[in-house]
């Protein structure tokens, strides 16, 4: 018999080591190329991982944020490449039209107003020095020459801004986009540092959910692929173990055939060595000791035949010898075939075939065992399995009666639905939280509402809700019409080139609807006849260019020259003269100028006084300044410094202004010329009791130095009067007359 009939243990044995070195291997392999992890493989098996449900939320938090962020970052570069086209136009129009700007012709101005009030406060007003107005100035230049230099400049750009109307509309347009566009990179620009701070509370998260790797995780599509890794790696070394445990089983079951071959050996007479040997060893001194076996019947066949040819006696002689032999042999050989389990007068080719059928028997116990033994550690997981199960469906719910299999399955979906629960909870708590948020935020601004509305309701004086409601529909309404003035006053200052709404209010406050009606069609009229006159000049010119060119190829034109010679000569003297009314007319208005200026000034101080006496200090005076077309204007002066123009004011605010300049000019007239009677008739109907009573008091002051007669019809003036001192004479109606 060869030793491959027998089993070629020893080369399982060594399969299986070097499957297990193999396995052993890769495993070390996989774990050396698996990134963040420098332990062990049982640690990399007992680490906290996160489940892949909140793997997969983290990733799709993960991409919301990197999509934001693109979004966020295409849109600050493009408001910085519409931002450098603009700057780049403004550069081009400010290259072509200067500074022209709105800001630009109100600060020209602006310093102008300041330089004429210094010039004023020195020259007319004198309440300040040449030299302190020219170091207010802060200008290095003469005063005259600062005020003629800004002055130009103002002219200048305003003629700029008439002569390139168009491009300064796209320059103020492009300068207001330039605005909104540095707000709007601004906004995107905290937006993304928002965003950077919620991505980095995100990953602070993320990082906390691996706290048991020791290093700081990649993105959650990495760490996704990263646990399929560490997954297949664990898979490996199960593998492992389990090759392991095959290892172990095949040498322990090597190590009882050895011991039983051994024993059998003992036991049939074969010697052998003290210490252990393998069983392929033992299967070889069994195949020995088998031949010798084969050697002894063929000893006992030739003695046997021997015997046939040697005397009966000696044949008996030696038959003795050869049946005492042969039972010494039985006896020695019995043992073995007992050990054998075979018949007592088996041959040794009986045992040798017996043998034979033993080393498969053997093969098939061998298998069986394996079998076996998978079977009983199968029956041992299933009874644990299903001792465990029972054990925990008794704990779980008792009255779920179901087969061990029937119930784990229930189990394994309940627990999965109960893994759905959770995530779902956990959002819901998530969502519940936020809606406690959002309604105590809710309760806290309808609280703050219902104050605000209380409020309303009391500045509105609004006895309930409906009435609230009315007045801020009229409110919305009057909201609505503001935007809609809004709207059209930023289109009429785009057209006319103005920054001041208020001129351009000024201006078409001085127009009639009708009469600027009238004026369009005039202007249309006027307009097509002055394109017919064109037409007619064009053909004109073309006429008397025609009759030139002949005329001066003549003698006509030679003759006329000296006309044109003598009648220059004439009109010499007239010139002159002209000239010389000319600039006589201009000495006399600068001469009525000085003295207007001259004697203005204290009849404007006063007047100034008596304006804010009698609006009760909501103004703080009247000063001038230019208008528009550069001509000195009368300014009200706003208790915050704003000043104001005439057409700016109320209509009470005017009449008392118009008020003020009066009763100065008529204490300058008592004071300078000679005391005279005042009356007065119903001047105080558009002025409040407050106002009106500080007019009062003015008016009896001026009552001091002059008679004053002041005409009412209101009963209430004259309870204000009696009050500021006034003497009342009631004059009684007029009967009417009767009618026949």
């Not at 409601?469 to 003035?485: L, V």
């Not at 004109?540 to 006309?563: D, K, N, P, T, V």
Request: glycine share 6%; aromatic share 4%.
């Amino acid at each position: 018999m060869s030793r491959d009939a027998l089993g070629d243990t020893d080369g399982t044995i060594a399969r299986l080591n070097s499957e297990i070195g193999r396995l052993a291997g890769e495993t070390n392999r996989e774990l050396s190329n698996l990134g963040l992890w420098s332990e062990s493989v049982e640690k990399l098996e007992v680490i906290r991982v996160p489940l892949a449900a909140t793997i997969d939320q983290y990733a799709r938090g993960w991409e919301n944020n990197d999509k934001t962020h693109r979004e966020l970052s295409a849109r600050l570069s493009n408001a910085r490449d519409a931002i450098c086209k603009m700057q780049a136009e403004l550069e081009r129009l400010t290259v072509k039209v200067g500074k022209v700007g709105e800001g630009d012709l109100a600060e020209v101005r602006a310093r102008r107003d300041e330089l004429w009030q210094l010039i004023r406060a020195s020259a007319f007003d004198k309440t300040s020095t040449y030299e302190e107005a020219q170091k207010q100035s802060g200008s290095s230049a003469p005063l005259p020459d600062s005020f003629s230099e800004n002055l130009r400049r103002s002219d200048e750009i305003a003629d700029l801004r008439f002569t390139h109307v168009k491009d300064v509309a796209i320059h103020d347009r492009l300068t207001k986009e330039l605005e909104l566009a540095h707000s709007e990179q601004q906004s995107t620009e905290r937006q993304l540092a928002e965003l950077e701070s919620a991505e980095s509370k995100l990953r602070r998260r993320w990082i906390s959910e691996w706290s048991g790797l020791g290093s700081e995780p990649f993105s959650p599509a990495e760490m996704r692929e990263w646990l399929q890794s560490r997954q297949a790696i664990l898979d490996r070394l199960e593998q492992r173990r389990e090759k392991e445990s095959e290892f172990r089983l095949l040498q322990e079951r090597t190590l009882a055939a050895s011991t039983q071959i051994e024993g059998c050996l003992k036991d049939l007479g074969s010697q052998t060595d003290s210490q252990p040997n393998s069983l392929g060893v033992l299967l070889k001194v069994a195949q020995t000791f088998a031949k010798q076996v084969d050697e002894e019947r063929r000893m006992i066949a030739d003695l046997r035949r021997q015997k046939q040819l040697l005397s009966v006696e000696k044949q008996r002689v030696k038959l003795g010898e050869c049946e005492t032999k042969l039972l010494d042999w039985y006896g020695k050989w019995s043992p073995f075939v007992k050990a054998l389990l075979l018949p007592e007068g088996s041959t040794p080719t009986q045992v040798g075939q017996a043998l034979a059928v033993f080393e498969n028997v053997f093969g098939h116990l061998k298998e069986a065992e394996s079998l076996q033994h998978r079977v009983k550690r199968i029956g041992d997981n299933i009874e644990d399995f299903e001792s465990k199960a029972s054990r925990l469906v008794a704990t779980i719910d008792p009255s779920l009666s179901l087969a061990p299999q029937a119930a784990a399955a229930e189990l394994h979906a309940r627990f999965v639905e109960t893994g759905k629960a959770e995530t779902q909870r956990d959002t819901l708590e998530a969502q519940n939280a936020a809606d406690e948020l959002a309604i105590a935020s809710c309760r806290s601004r309808a609280q703050g509402a219902a104050a605000t509305l209380e409020n309303l309701r009391e500045l509105a004086s609004s006895k309930d809700d409906r009435q609230l409601e009315i007045t801020i529909s009229q409110s919305e309404q009057k909201a609505d019409k503001q935007g809609e003035y809004d709207r059209i006053a930023a289109g009429l200052i785009e057209r006319n080139g103005v920054s001041d709404l208020r001129q351009i209010e000024n201006e078409a406050s001085g127009y009639e609807l009708d009469v600027l009606r009238s004026e369009i069609s005039q202007s249309e009229e006027r307009r097509k006849s002055l394109q017919d006159e064109v037409f007619k000049t064009g053909s004109e010119y073309g006429r008397l260019l025609h009759e030139f060119e002949r005329l001066e190829a003549s003698e006509e034109s030679a003759l006329q020259a000296q006309r044109a010679e003598d009648a220059l000569a004439r009109i010499r003297p007239a010139i002159a003269q002209y000239l010389r009314l000319r600039i006589a007319s201009e000495v006399l208005q600068q001469a009525i100028e000085a003295f207007r200026e001259k004697h203005q000034g204290p009849v404007l101080n006063r007047a100034s006084e008596l304006f804010s006496r009698l609006t009760l200090r909501d103004h703080s005076g009247l000063t001038t300044g230019f208008g528009d077309d550069d001509k000195p204007v009368l300014v009200a002066v706003r208790q915050n410094g704003e000043p104001t123009q005439v057409e700016g004011l109320s209509d009470g605010t005017r009449d008392q202004l118009y008020l003020a300049l009066r009763l100065a000019a008529i204490e300058h007239h008592v004071e300078v010329v000679a005391p005279c009677p005042v009356i007065f008739d119903d001047i105080l109907i558009n002025s409040d009791d407050a106002r009106a009573s500080a007019a009062l008091q003015v008016i009896s002051d001026l009552a001091k130095h002059t008679q004053v007669l002041f005409f009412t019809h209101h009963r209430r003036l004259t309870e204000l009067g009696m009050k500021a001192g006034a003497q009342v004479i009631e004059l009684e109606p007029l009967a009417a007359p009767s009618i026949a």
